[in-house]
């Protein structure tokens, strides 16, 4: 709780990743851990790693293996799938993973879905990508089912099947850990998630179109939790996402990204629909410095301290509140500058909405207005120390 008694606000990130293809894999994923490492050091509360098998860009095909290896690292963050796309997997071999993670974490495991964000993923496995939407709720009805259902489950459909089905051991978190539903700008994300109860991830939370859609997603989503029987939800629960890169000035900020962006902004801003949309609606021109388009793309924010917390500001106002921001974690700045703008943010901006610094500033604006009593008491104090001296030396002579 912070100062006022509101639940603080909690931040974390959204690693894809995405690394530049001409890089060292190897070396890419190893820093992807010493991030992790540092981001565990200075207290963020969560890492979503994400599930992609093409591009050369976002080369985790496994979080649950990533994560693995994270918690080894770790001691106090949550990791997070982010996300597995359920129509890839059988149900009975996701819900087997979570369980076996959820004991490896220690029940920091939380578990993001999706039915899968690249069309080029679903293209390898001939699967539909206009059908992977539909796959999710089915696999995701399963696994709930697994995970609650007393004795077997039994499941049919068209792409999976489960027969006389149990896991052989319960999660270490019971009944199971968090699990978070993506909501992106279509409605059936917050419709899912408001059917079985559980919090969102709203991935394209900083988009034009994913910002549009921020209120009514909530608004589906209560009205689906109270059809479905479930309490009013609380918006401390849900995770927004946007990309941040902070540093001491806007000046340096800029500065420091320029050594990617150029590269970065072509793989994050692909879209090319997206991409017209913001040319139309600023006014720039093909060609524009990538740091303008990316401005104008309203995806997230290059720049101080004040203007990191600006721009969190604008995003609860813009979605009427919610508990969790997750920084999308974009190789646009180096590594020793990456590391010290999640630095400069646990130290500078989180404690804006955390009220960690609340009670020190208080203490210090009280006792620097009291400074000039604080001195004539000191001086009080040694003229009567100076008193008791010179009379207890009187006494002995």
């Known amino acids: 709780m912070n100062e006022m008694g509101r639940p603080a606000m909690k931040f974390g990130v959204f690693l894809g990743p995405e690394h530049d293809p001409g890089n060292n894999p190897t070396w890419d994923l190893e820093r992807d851990l010493q991030l992790i490492e540092h981001l565990d050091r200075i207290g963020f509360d969560e890492a979503f790693i994400g599930e992609h098998h093409s591009s050369g860009w976002e080369i985790i095909s496994s979080p649950e293996l990533f994560i693995a290896a994270a918690a080894q690292r770790t001691r106090n963050i949550k990791l997070a ?8 997997h059988h149900p009975l071999m996701v819900a087997e993973r979570i369980t076996l993670l959820d004991h490896l974490t220690r029940g920091r495991l939380v578990v993001g879905v999706g039915p899968g964000a690249l069309p080029s993923d679903a293209a390898m496995m001939g699967l539909d990508y206009t059908s992977l939407r539909e ?5 995701l009805e399963a696994i709930l ?3 609650t259902q007393d004795g077997v489950v039994d499941r049919k459909t068209d792409w999976f099947e489960l027969r006389q089905a149990q896991l052989q051991m319960l999660p270490y978190t019971r009944p199971h850990p968090e699990i978070a539903v ?63 890169h902070v540093a001491p000035t806007r000046a340096e900020a800029e500065r420091q990204v320029a050594y990617g962006i150029d590269k970065a902004a072509k793989y994050a801003l692909r879209d090319a629909s997206f991409l ?32 990191v917390i600006e721009h969190i500001e604008y995003m609860q106002e813009l979605s009427g509140g919610y508990g969790t921001h997750l920084i999308r974690v974009l190789d646009w700045a180096n590594p020793r500058d990456t590391q010290d703008s ?56």
């Open 135 to 139: 796959r999710m709720e089915e696999s």
């Open 81 to 88: 799938t982010g996300v597995i796309s359920l129509p890839y």
């Open 145 to 147: 089912a697994l995970f």
């Open 276 to 307: 017209k949309a913001v040319y139309d609606t600023s006014g720039l021109a093909p060609g524009a410095p990538w740091l303008d388009v990316f401005r104008a793309s309203q995806l997230g924010v290059v720049g101080s301290p004040e203007d």
């Open 342 to 397: 999640y630095e400069l943010f646990a130290r500078e901006v989180a404690p804006h909405f955390q009220g960690s610094a609340a009670r020190r500033v208080e203490n210090w604006n009280t006792f620097s207005s009291s400074e000039a009593d604080f001195q004539k008491a000191l001086k009080a104090a040694n003229t009567r120390a100076q008193q008791r001296y010179e009379h207890s030396r009187d006494a002995s002579a």
């Open 182 to 244: 993506t909501a992106v700008v279509s409605p059936a994300g917050a419709n899912l998630a408001g059917k079985y109860g559980l919090p969102m991830l709203a991935l394209a939370a900083a988009s034009p179109a994913g910002s549009k859609v921020l209120a009514s997603h909530w608004d589906m989503y209560r009205e689906q939790l109270a059809k479905c029987g479930f309490p009013e939800p609380s918006r401390a629960d849900w995770r927004l996402v946007s990309c941040v």
